[in-house]
């Protein structure tokens, strides 16, 4: 039976071999040290705020899982009012609650691009975004990243060769794995040109970027041409994403896209806490104020020192190049003390594995200092 079960075996054994020569071989690690690869950037996952709201909400009786889909019996009180404050909070026409990002995105460009239209991707965009788009019905091409000229390039190439259905462009405005910022006025400009779509993944901002956490987009929520991604589960510290639209797109996405349809619906435990981070995110100003000075102490120290700064935002990469190197460094610091992960291929390009730190109210600025110090004493010494 043993021999059996090794030879049906065989090919996912080849498979698990490949990455290993190449050091690309993956596994889950425990929680070690102090936290440099949290997204929980403003620390409110165990704040005390949210255990009382949740206890608050149990208490109340609302319960753990939903027992259905939204469109069935699981659609509850709670989803209704998060998505009530979330458009409220974010400043759009409506708003429809997910389990979690990569079930938003990937409904999102499953659903609402249709045949003969044509999605026009950054290339760095999360993992989902391109699975959404090659498992959609519409034609997809992918840019250089921070290129709007060559999305405008795109759109005039595809009509120009006949195509006449919807455009689709879609960006992260905060970049999550070398900390850069889409060029949105650029951006916009082309949608207004071209009369297209934007679809805009605010992952890495919600809660960190714009006036109370509202994100980059929210001076433009109100477009008809503008989606949203709102992630709760990154700064907001809980989990599901309320999706941002006009009216008009959202109840497309309930009659069209197949994820409202047949999957169950988020806990209703969980969008009660979603709520309540927003609700923090006005009453506590000084959570993103006290993240902003954080982010801006290893910039300056780092120029102090004579380096260059990988980015001035809360996700500073440092580029490695090898894959075996960056997971020589990451080894190094976790070592030290300091919960650092190598990031390799294919979640980033070939001769790009990186350390990818992210700063959150989870440390202060002492630890981040003590975790540079370490760094260049690691890169000096023997993890290079």
Known sequence: MSSVIAAKSASYVAGLDAPKEDDRQRGIMPRIGTAFSSSDYLALASAPRMKTAILNALEAGTPIGAGGSRLLRGNYEEHECLEAEAARFFGAQTALSFGCGYFASFPVLTGLPQRHNLLVLESLVHANTHEGARAGRAAFRLCAHKDPQAIESEIRDWRAAGGAGQVWIVVESLYSMDGAFALLDDLLAIVGRHDVFLVVDEADSTGVCGEHGRGLTAP?????????????????????????????????????????????????????????????????????????????????????????????????????????????????????????????????????????????????????????????????????
């Open 220 to 384: 433009y929520e109100r477009r008809e041409n503008l989606l949203v991604v709102h992630t709760c589960g990154k700064a907001l510290g809980a989990a599901g994403p309320p999706v941002t639209a006009s009216c008009v797109l959202r109840d497309f996405i309930i009659n069209r896209c197949r994820l409202p349809v047949f999957a169950t619906a988020p806990s209703p435990l969980t969008a009660e806490a979603a709520r309540e981070t927003l609700l923090i995110l006005q009453e506590e100003p000084e959570r993103q104020q006290r993240l902003a000075t954080l982010v801006a102490f290893p910039h300056w120290e780092i120029v102090a020192r004579g380096e260059r700064s990988p980015s001035n935002s809360l996700i500073p990469p440092y580029i490695v190049g090898e894959n075996a190197r960056a997971l020589r460094q990451a080894a190094a610091l976790q070592a030290r003390g300091f919960d650092i992960r190598g990031i390799r291929p294919p979640t980033v390009s070939a001769g790009t594995a990186r350390l990818r730190i992210s700063l959150t109210l989870n440390v202060g600025e002492e630890e981040v200092r003590a975790m540079l110090d370490a760094r260049a004493e690691d890169t000096r010494g023997g993890s290079r």
